[in-house]
């Protein structure tokens, strides 16, 4: 009998393998001979163990009689992937009912901030093959995989966790099962989750399906799928993200309730600066997503107090616990954070340690010797291509051993985004955070042009928003209070002032707010209550003003203020008048936006709770933060802003009417007044008019067909930040220009994010008439979203002291 190997690859040879061979007229064609079933087992054990798993993976095989086969449609039905072939003999038992082989085993999710409470379980895939040998999850699918059975494997393992969550684990506690994204594509696959939930009794809001990495999927496709997934009650996780296919593409697309990130971040992250701002860009990009993030693979003390101090909220890990059959009802007590565990996240970035060399090929290379750079470099699924050390292209693994061509170039696919060693990180970062692309790397090269290395993005999107130069402690959106600062900041005020009160602050239908008008609107409304609080608190005495993360905010007063309520009512009566211009005019109009499922949410409302230490003394910021939870959730109950004040019987504060500033008013006349100025070339002949109006960025006038007429007039504090010249431009097309020539009336634009100063604010257009009633020129201005909030707290003062 004949056993006949074909690959693709014609590179090796079997010198080191004691195994009598001819080949056929092609090189990629072996032929063996074995006499039964043994010494053809014997051949597949030797090439199984000798050739590499990229050669196996790329091989077929056939068996025959003779050694030239003569029936084609013979040949063609006995040609079978060897490691299909291999895994078939070896494995046979995969193929019966794959079920009677699966074994879930459990393993714990805790909740940081319930002092390490056991919050949910993973279900976690285990085969046991016929010797008693367990199999992990990893090595059953690869095995499934092999078999063309991934498919009912999958479905097998869910079934059986939905069993063992109906069995073992209380009602109330959820269950993160894994789903591999195919299977979540197959039709039939909900059907047979919602008929087993059904079946068992199981709420469907206690199953989190968690989809895991295994190939690469379209996002899109994959966010249609959720979106279904979800409308049926289910919530999801991405698992691995960081690593693997779940990127920033899949990311934004699918909108998840959970994140679960990859052990390879979290395990030593604050001894990797790298991991560190990986880490941290994920957290804050949940956090703007409205998604929870769960730690995996904990396991040392470091890695626990390093996520405690980032402010996760949930993980999982040896440390706590092992998988078992039988879910455990313990886990281990979170660890002490005293200072000889406690992480210290590094304050300051240089985009020069990001850098890496990378592999790199120079262009002139021979086919051959770039192979075995490959098989060098087992784990490097990439090469820059250098002509004379200046990038040219990019050399992936995969091009190498499947096409054949004789140039190299002919392998190369174009480079990524190119950088120079020059350009400022922070336009990197927003760059990528605008486009959210996916996240390819990038290339450095000197000002001459000289290869320098490679770039990840995401750890360059990490300069956005971590902002660890200069800020410390500081929040990258708000700038306010933030982290390891403000969580001991609350220890020390609740441990040594019985009369700490707690201010807890946040947006209602954030995460609904930005699946309607994106991330950057949903930043610009976070931007916006941060201003407002800043506006009405920073500077007080005996008050300190944080930003949690995402839409949440704290106040941490030392003293019980009479005024407090009040305070908190102007915060609520701003953020309402200044959110509009947050809002698409229609949903102002009904006074509600719909999201693409057909929910209803009202716009633009705040729930705030006091936690005043009324029912019992505060042991602790966690504990605080207990009752505070309590509290939102009576006042999310009503519908529209409220404030929720701890008592025996929590007290509702409702706002009794609205308050519209006139703060836009003030705006338009005081560009008003700038007609009083000498207007003309000279960029600085305004610098005056900035000293009476400091909330005006950047002033410039139009003729009347929208052109430029003299350069941009800029605040002496946006030197640097906006461009000087502009005179002479075409600006005709803006909605400033357009709404005011049109109407003839001031016009005042959404909140929107400046591509000048990387900031938030809108702007203010006035249409200057002549004598006639015809249009002469029209004066712009842009206003800070900061200046917005100052504008309305100092004019609605003015009013009440009137």
């Given at each position: 009998m004949k056993l006949y190997l074909n690959t693709s690859n014609q590179t090796f040879d079997f010198a080191d393998i004691d195994l009598p061979h001819t080949h056929h007229s092609e090189k990629s064609v072996f032929i063996f001979d074995f006499d039964d079933e043994k010494s053809l087992t014997d051949i597949l054990n030797q090439l199984a163990d000798k050739l590499s798993e990229q050669v196996l993976e790329n091989s077929y095989v056939m068996i025959a009689k003779d050694a030239n086969p003569t029936d084609p449609a013979e040949t063609i039905a006995g040609i079978v992937p060897f490691n299909m072939f291999y895994t078939r003999r070896l494995h046979s038992w995969l193929l019966d009912d794959i079920s009677l082989h699966v074994q879930i085993y459990f393993q714990p999710i805790v909740d940081f901030t319930q002092n390490g409470k056991i919050f949910a379980y993973e279900a976690l895939c285990r085969i046991k093959n016929p010797s008693g040998e367990l199999l992990n999850g990893e090595e059953s699918f690869k095995l499934a995989s092999q078999l063309k059975c991934s498919e009912e494997l999958d479905i097998a393992c869910q079934q059986s966790a939905l069993v063992g969550k109906a069995n073992l684990i209380a009602p109330g506690t959820p269950i993160f099962i894994n789903v591999l994204p195919q299977t979540i594509m197959k039709k039939r696959w909900l059907t047979l989750m919602m008929e087993a939930l059904s079946k068992y009794g199981i709420e469907q809001r206690e199953i989190v399906i968690e989809i895991v990495e295994s190939e690469k999927v379209s996002p899109e496709l994959l966010s249609?799928?959720?979106?279904?997934?979800?409308?049926?009650?289910?919530?999801?996780?991405?698992?691995?993200?960081?690593?693997?296919?779940?990127?920033?593409?899949?990311l934004a697309a699918v909108r998840a309730d959970y994140i679960k990130i990859d052990r390879a971040i979290v395990h030593e992250a604050q001894g990797s600066r790298v991991r560190t701002v990986l880490l941290e860009a994920i957290i804050s990009m949940a956090q703007r997503l409205g998604c929870t993030v769960v730690a995996e693979g904990l396991e040392r003390v470091e890695d626990i107090n390093f996520c405690l101090d980032l402010g996760l909220a949930y993980a999982q890990g040896y440390y706590f616990a092992k998988p078992e059959s039988k879910p455990t009802q313990s886990v281990a007590a979170l660890p002490k954070q005293d200072e000889a565990h406690r992480s210290h996240i590094p304050d300051e970035f240089r985009i020069g340690e990001f850098v890496m060399r990378g592999l790199t090929i120079e262009v002139n290379t021979s086919i051959e010797k770039a192979?075995?750079?490959?098989?060098?470099?087992?784990?490097?699924?990439?090469?820059?291509?250098?002509?004379?050390?200046?990038?040219?292209?990019?050399?992936?693994?995969?091009?190498?051993?499947?096409?054949r061509s004789s140039s190299l170039g002919a392998y190369c696919d174009a480079l990524p985004k190119l950088i120079t060693s020059r350009t400022p990180s922070s336009l990197l970062a927003r760059g990528l955070y605008l486009e959210r692309g996916d996240a390819e790397p990038w290339i450095m090269v000197g000002d001459d042009g000289i290869y320098i290395g490679i770039l990840?993005?995401?750890?360059?999107?990490?300069?956005?928003?971590?902002?660890?130069?200069?800020?410390?402690?500081?929040?990258?959106?708000?700038?306010l209070t933030t982290g390891p600062t403000l969580r001991q900041s609350l220890d020390v005020s609740i441990r040594n002032n019985p009369n700490t009160v707690l201010v807890y602050i946040d947006l209602d239908h954030f995460k609904a707010y930005n699946d309607r008008y994106g991330f950057i609107r949903g930043d610009a409304m976070i931007r916006l209550l941060s201003e407002i609080v800043r506006q009405e608190f920073l500077g007080a005495t005996g008050t300190l003003v944080g930003h949690i993360g995402g839409d949440d905010f704290v106040l941490i007063l030392d003293h019980i203020n009479t005024k407090l309520e009040d305070k908190l009512l102007d915060v609520i009566y701003h953020f309402q008048d200044l959110a509009s211009h947050l809002y698409d005019t229609s949903d102002l109009e009904r006074g509600f936006f719909t999201t693409e499922d057909g929910s209803e949410h009202p716009?633009?409302?705040?729930?705030?709770?006091?936690?005043?230490?009324?029912?019992?003394?505060?042991?602790?910021?966690?504990?605080?933060?207990?009752?505070?939870?309590?509290?939102?959730?009576?006042?999310?109950?009503?519908?529209?802003?409220?404030?929720?004040?701890?008592?025996?019987?929590?007290?509702?504060?409702?706002?009794?009417?609205?308050?519209?500033?006139?703060?836009?008013?003030?705006?338009?006349?005081?560009?008003?007044?700038?007609?009083?100025?000498?207007?003309?070339?000279?960029?600085?002949?305004?610098?005056?008019?900035?000293?009476?109006?400091?909330?005006?960025?950047?002033?410039?006038?139009?003729?009347?067909?929208?052109?430029?007429?003299?350069?941009?007039?800029?605040?002496?504090n946006m030197y640097g930040k906006i461009k000087a010249g502009g005179a002479g431009v075409d600006r005709s097309l803006q909605a400033y220009y357009n709404e005011a020539h049109k109407a003839l009336k001031p016009y005042i634009s959404n909140i929107y994010l400046s591509t000048a100063t990387e900031d938030f604010c809108l702007t203010v257009s006035l249409p200057i008439l002549n004598q006639v009633g015809g249009l002469e020129s029209i004066l712009v201005a842009d206003i800070s979203i900061a200046a917005m909030a100052m504008l309305s707290s100092n004019i609605v003062a003015k009013d009440k002291k009137n």
């Open positions: 249609e799928c959720c979106d279904e997934i979800r409308a049926h009650g289910l919530r999801i996780a991405l698992d691995d993200m960081g690593s693997g296919f779940n990127g920033l593409r899949t192979r075995e750079i490959f098989r060098d470099n087992p784990d490097t699924e990439m090469a820059v291509v250098l002509d004379n050390l200046r990038p040219i292209g990019l050399l992936k693994r995969g091009k190498v051993f499947t096409q990840q993005p995401l750890e360059i999107m990490a300069q956005l928003i971590s902002r660890k130069m200069s800020t410390g402690s500081l929040h990258p959106l708000s700038q716009v633009a409302s705040i729930s705030i709770a006091i936690v005043n230490g009324s029912q019992g003394v505060l042991s602790n910021s966690v504990a605080a933060a207990e009752r505070a939870a309590y509290l939102k959730k009576i006042g999310k109950s009503n519908i529209g802003s409220i404030i929720v004040v701890e008592d025996v019987t929590p007290r509702l504060v409702v706002p009794e009417h609205e308050v519209h500033s006139d703060w836009q008013a003030r705006a338009l006349e005081a560009l008003q007044s700038l007609l009083k100025y000498r207007r003309s070339e000279d960029s600085h002949c305004m610098d005056g008019c900035f000293t009476d109006y400091p909330f005006f960025e950047v002033v410039f006038e139009l003729n009347a067909n929208g052109m430029q007429r003299y350069p941009n007039w800029i605040n002496p």
